[in-house]
C-alpha cells in the first residue's frame, strides 16, 4: 500500500507528547506508546485495562538501535538474520543503563522486543527518536484488532488517532522465544516452530505456564470474541455459529469458514475478523469442528482453546 507520510508525521507528533497511537504490524494492531516514557506506557495500561504485571512487547527498526537497550548472543543473531523484520518476538536481557521504562518490564531485568515488518510501522519508527512499546490494539483479554475498524469498534475515541494500514497480512501475534539460554518457546504465533529450528539447527522446547507470567500472550483467558466457544464440535446447538477451517458442502448461514481451501496461513490471517464476524451476527455461542495440530494449526488452536476459558 502506499505511505502516507501525513498520517505518519500526525502519529509522530502524538507520540512525541507521550500519547498513545494505534499503528498496522503484519501481526495485528498495536497500541503503542514511547516506551521510555512511564507517561506513555501508563496510558497503554489504561487505556487497554490491562493487567499491570503483564509485560508489554517493544518495537525496535533494527538491531542497531537495540543495543542501546538489551544485549544478545549468536542464537539471537542467527534468527534476526533470517525472520527480522516479522513476527518473531525475542525475550532479552536488559542492559543495566537502559532508559526503558520500569512499567514495561513489571521491573523485570528482562525485555520482549520485536522489529514489525509492516511498511508503515517501519516508516514510523524511522521518524522516531525512541522505541515503540506496543500490545495488540484491543481491549485486555478480548479477540485482537487485525484492522483499523476493529480498533475503533473496540475504543472508540479512547485512542488519540489509529494509523490506517490496511489488514494484517499474518493475523497473529507474533512467536514469542525466550532466547537468552536455551531456546524456549513462551508462545506460539505467527512463525512456525518448525522454521525457528531449521535456523538454529537445534530442538526447541515450548513453555506455557500461565501462572509465571515471564512474557506477554501467557494468560489463561485471552483472545476471546465474549461468547462462549466449543472446541471439536460435532453437533451445533441452537442459536450456535459453526466454524470449520475450510468452506463446507452445506451453505447454513450460520456456517462460517476460515479458507476456501484448508490453507493455514489463509486461516491464520482470517480467524480474528471471523471471530468478530461471529459476535456481530449476534451468535449466542461458537462450535468450533476439529482444525488440525500443525504448522499455524496450532497457533489457531492455542488461541481458541485460550478464547474458551469464556
Not at 65 to 93: A, E, M, Q, W
Not at 216 to 245: C, D, T, V, W
Amino acid at each position: 500500500m502506499k505511505i502516507n507520510l501525513a498520517n505518519i508525521k500526525k502519529a509522530q507528533k502524538l507520540l512525541n507528547k507521550n500519547e498513545c497511537v494505534a499503528i498496522p504490524t503484519e501481526t495485528v494492531y498495536g497500541l503503542a506508546g514511547n516506551a521510555y516514557s512511564d507517561k506513555a506506557c501508563k496510558k497503554i495500561y489504561k487505556i487497554k485495562k490491562r493487567p499491570k504485571n503483564n509485560p508489554l512487547i517493544v518495537h525496535y527498526l533494527n538491531n542497531q538501535i537495540l543495543k542501546k537497550d538489551c544485549s544478545f548472543n549468536n542464537d539471537f543473531l542467527k534468527l534476526y538474520k533470517v525472520f527480522c523484520p516479522g513476527p518473531i518476538t525475542f525475550i532479552l536481557d536488559l542492559k543495566k543503563n537502559s532508559k526503558i521504562s520500569k512499567i514495561v518490564t513489571n521491573k523485570k531485568n528482562t525485555l520482549a522486543v520485536r522489529f514489525p515488518k509492516h511498511r508503515v510501522a517501519r516508516n514510523l519508527l524511522k521518524k522516531l527518536d525512541f522505541p515503540l512499546a506496543a500490545p495488540s490494539a484491543n481491549p485486555s483479554s478480548k479477540v485482537s484488532a487485525v484492522s483499523s475498524d476493529d480498533v475503533r469498534d473496540d475504543f472508540g475515541n479512547k485512542v488519540k488517532y489509529v494509523l490506517e494500514g490496511g489488514k494484517s497480512s499474518v493475523g497473529l501475534e507474533s512467536t514469542i522465544i525466550d532466547i537468552r539460554n536455551k531456546p524456549k518457546i513462551l508462545r506460539l504465533g505467527g512463525l512456525e516452530i518448525s522454521a525457528i529450528e531449521r535456523t538454529l539447527k537445534k530442538k526447541v522446547t515450548i513453555s506455557n505456564n500461565p501462572l509465571k507470567v515471564s512474557s506477554p500472550g501467557q494468560f489463561n483467558l485471552h483472545y476471546s470474541p465474549g461468547i462462549p466457544i466449543r472446541l471439536n464440535a460435532k453437533k451445533i446447538n441452537k442459536n450456535e455459529a459453526y466454524l470449520s477451517l475450510e468452506k463446507m458442502r452445506q451453505n447454513k448461514t450460520n456456517f462460517y469458514f476460515l479458507s476456501n481451501n484448508g490453507n493455514l496461513r489463509e486461516a491464520a490471517k482470517n480467524l480474528y475478523s471471523t471471530l468478530r464476524k461471529i459476535k456481530k451476527d449476534k451468535y449466542k455461542s461458537i462450535a468450533v469442528r476439529k482444525i488440525p495440530n500443525k504448522g499455524l494449526g496450532k497457533t489457531i488452536n492455542d488461541r481458541l482453546k485460550r478464547a474458551s476459558k469464556f
